[in-house]
Every structure is written in C-alpha cells, then in structure tokens.
C-alpha cells in the first residue's frame, strides 16, 4: 500500500501495535515523499492491522491569516491520504 505524502514533510512516523509495520519505506521525490507500507497480514477480508502514522510539516503552507481579523487563522491539513 502506497501514498503520496507533500514533499515538504519531515520526521515520519509509523508503527502498529506489536512494534512496526512488517515492511516500510519512504522516498523523498522532486515533488512528494512516496510511503509505503506492507501490513503483517492482509487488510481486505483478513486480518484488522491498526497502525500509526504522522509527520512534522511547516504550518506556511497550511495556516492562513483572515484578511478582515488579523487575530484569526485557519488550519486546512488533509487527515487522510488515498492509499493504493
């Protein structure tokens, strides 16, 4: 299972609950961190992996000042990516 990451993440994290996720890999690209991640078992009609997974990112590109109140920001991060 694979995912395209923004290319300007740093400190990725995964692990499941037993210690970390059989196998894993992530390449930074010219425009993308590619992840990806083999699970213990099968996810689809098998076995239930719960994993977790996280990363560092400079909030410039995520938090944006209101342009009426200075006062006030707004945070757009996705919290899910598309998974292969």
Not at 3 to 19: A, E, N, R, S, V
Not at 26 to 40: G, K, M, S, T, W
Not at 44 to 72: A, C, E, I, R, V
């Amino acid at each position: 299972m694979g995912t395209k990451l923004p290319q300007y993440i740093h400190g990725l994290y995964y692990y499941d609950y037993i210690g970390n996720i059989s196998t894993s890999a992530a390449e930074r690209l010219e425009d993308h961190v590619y992840f990806n991640i083999e699970p213990r078992f099968p996810i689809f009609g098998q076995w239930k992996t719960d994993w977790n997974q996280g990363y560092n990112m400079p909030s410039q590109y995520h938090l944006y000042k209101d342009m009426k109140d200075s006062s006030l920001h707004t945070l757009e991060v996705d919290y899910m990516h598309a998974y292969d």
